[in-house]
């Protein structure tokens, strides 16, 4: 009970016992009667035994909570109470998302503490380092090891990741070894977004200030629903996708080229981890956000020679400026075994990464330009 006050104090959230009744008058400004249920596996459950009519903090976006709430339509209290690095943080602020090195560990002596005892992370309440390697200047502090999206932050998601390369190894070590963490659903300001999975508008925070809504990941009848940002044409989008309609609601947002966040495991389908790829690794784009599967090669030298299969049809020309295959060996800084890779001559290892020229920018053919814009007799993009 303690607990509940200090949280509703903090939050300016009204504590009325709970009951099937309510006074809105009673209620704090800001907040209303609304039916639900007061922690979020109660949320989770539904049971009707334990839903009650109460003054709560309506919203739409996990950004309008404050810290220690997840928004389901109103506010609920998170499954952990972590205490805010400065009074007032917004949902999901400091300590979830404070910056972190994998130098900074809290002891030298111990091989792990680059990511469990992280002197940037506050370790006592079990936040680690989430790093790409251990030269990355954009690390992170979250919680690993998590069970659901209850055990992580408003705007965060429980991810199934590899477990390697990471803040003190920068090598894939192992084949399909993963382990769970809370990501967070907006690429911007921090990295680590992904497809990030959702079932409504309210798990998708806004992504550099764009506001994003939760959509079928091929924008029409997908039961893969992923948070999107809007956009205005695919030159506002990651390359790998594009600026699209969806059948959702109104919006123009930002969706995979791949159209789905998770394919059939073959070479160049989409993926979140090795688990979700057969015989290969799921590896990320050298200059997008696409994640892929590659395919394990027991014939690969520089001179290219490799028994890697064909580039899949649905990464060729047009739909992507992807222009082969290639093999990358193996190598104590990269990869545990050799593997095929799709390849763009610009952009590097990829498979879906698209590179389109804006309005006024030059252009051999129509192809070169974004969504809605043309190659005119000035070989330039134009509407």
Same mark, same amino acid.
């Given at each position: 009970?303690?607990?509940?006050?200090?949280?509703?104090?903090?939050?300016?959230?009204?504590?009325?016992?709970?009951?099937?009744?309510?006074?809105?008058?009673?209620?704090?400004?800001?907040?209303?009667?609304?039916?639900?249920?007061?922690?979020?596996?109660?949320?989770?459950?539904?049971?009707?035994?334990?839903?009650?009519?109460?003054?709560?903090?309506?919203?739409?976006?996990?950004?309008?909570?404050?810290?220690?709430?997840?928004?389901?339509?109103?506010?609920?209290?998170?499954?952990?109470?972590?205490?805010?690095?400065?009074?007032?943080?917004?949902?999901?602020?400091?300590?979830?998302?404070?910056?972190?090195?994998?130098?900074?560990?809290?002891?030298?002596?111990?091989?792990?503490?680059?990511?469990?005892?992280?002197?940037?992370?506050?370790?006592?309440?079990?936040?680690?380092?989430?790093?790409?390697?251990?030269?990355?200047?954009?690390?992170?502090?979250?919680?690993?090891?998590?069970?659901?999206?209850?055990?992580?932050?408003?705007?965060?998601?429980?991810?199934?990741?590899?477990?390697?390369?990471?803040?003190?190894?920068?090598?894939?070590?192992?084949?399909? +070894?993963?382990?769970?963490? %809370? *990501? /967070?659903?907006?690429? =911007?300001? &921090? @990295?680590?977004?992904? #497809?990030?999975?959702?079932?409504?508008?309210?798990?998708?925070?806004?992504?550099?200030?764009?506001?994003?809504?939760?959509?079928?990941?091929?924008?029409?009848?997908?039961?893969?629903?992923?948070?999107?940002?809007?956009?205005?044409?695919?030159?506002?989008?990651?390359?790998?996708?594009?600026?699209?309609?969806?059948?959702?609601?109104?919006?123009?947002?930002?969706?995979?080229?791949?159209?789905?966040?998770?394919?059939?495991?073959?070479?160049?389908?989409?993926?979140?981890?090795?688990?979700?790829?057969?015989?290969?690794?799921?590896?990320?784009?050298?200059?997008?956000?696409?994640?892929?599967?590659?395919?394990?090669?027991?014939?690969?030298?520089?001179?290219?020679?490799?028994?890697?299969?064909?580039?899949?049809?649905?990464?060729?020309?047009?739909?992507?400026? +992807?222009?082969?295959?290639? %093999? *990358? /060996?193996?190598?104590? =800084?990269? &990869? @545990?075994?050799?593997? #095929?890779?799709?390849?763009?001559?610009?952009?590097?290892?990829?498979?879906?990464?698209?590179?389109?020229?804006?309005?006024?920018?030059?252009?051999?053919?129509?192809?070169?330009?974004?969504?809605?814009?043309?190659?005119?007799?000035?070989?330039?993009?134009?509407?």
């Amino acid at each position: 009970m303690l607990r509940r006050l200090v949280f509703c104090a903090a939050a300016l959230l009204a504590c009325a016992p709970t009951k099937h009744t309510c006074d809105a008058s009673t209620c704090v400004a800001g907040n209303a009667c609304i039916a639900g249920w007061d922690t979020w596996d109660e949320a989770i459950a539904a049971d009707p035994a334990h839903e009650s009519t109460a003054c709560r903090l309506p919203c739409g976006a996990p950004e309008d909570c404050p810290f220690g709430f997840h928004c389901i339509g109103y506010c609920v209290a998170d499954r952990t109470a972590y205490v805010p690095a400065h009074a007032g943080e917004s949902a999901g602020d400091l300590p979830w998302g404070a910056p972190c090195s994998p130098f900074d560990a809290a002891d030298p002596d111990d091989p792990t503490a680059p990511i469990t005892n992280n002197a940037d992370c506050d370790a006592s309440e079990g936040f680690w380092c989430y790093a790409s390697s251990p030269t990355d200047a954009n690390g992170f502090c979250t919680q690993f090891q998590c069970i659901d999206d209850g055990d992580c932050a408003a705007g965060y998601w429980c991810a199934t990741v590899d477990d390697t390369p990471n803040a003190i190894t920068p090598a894939r070590k192992d084949w399909g +070894t993963t382990t769970t963490v %809370c *990501l /967070p659903r907006a690429y =911007e300001p &921090l @990295p680590g977004r992904y #497809c990030a999975p959702c079932t409504s508008d309210a798990d998708c925070p806004r992504a550099g200030g764009v506001r994003q809504h939760c959509v079928s990941a091929n924008g029409a009848d997908s039961e893969e629903k992923v948070c999107a940002a809007e956009c205005q044409d695919d030159g506002s989008c990651p390359l790998d996708e594009l600026c699209t309609a969806n059948e959702d609601d109104d919006a123009t947002v930002c969706l995979p080229r791949a159209r789905t966040c998770r394919g059939d495991g073959s070479f160049c389908s989409p993926c979140h981890s090795d688990a979700d790829c057969g015989n290969g690794l799921c590896l990320e784009a050298d200059s997008s956000t696409e994640h892929f599967c590659s395919v394990q090669t027991t014939v690969c030298n520089p001179q290219g020679a490799s028994d890697c299969p064909a580039l899949p049809a649905a990464v060729q020309s047009p739909l992507t400026t +992807t222009s082969s295959v290639t %093999c *990358l /060996p193996p190598s104590d =800084e990269s &990869l @545990p075994h050799a593997q #095929c890779t799709g390849y763009n001559q610009t952009f590097g290892a990829g498979c879906y990464t698209y590179h389109c020229a804006g309005v006024s920018v030059s252009c051999t053919d129509d192809h070169d330009c974004c969504t809605g814009l043309t190659c005119d007799m000035f070989h330039a993009c134009s509407m």
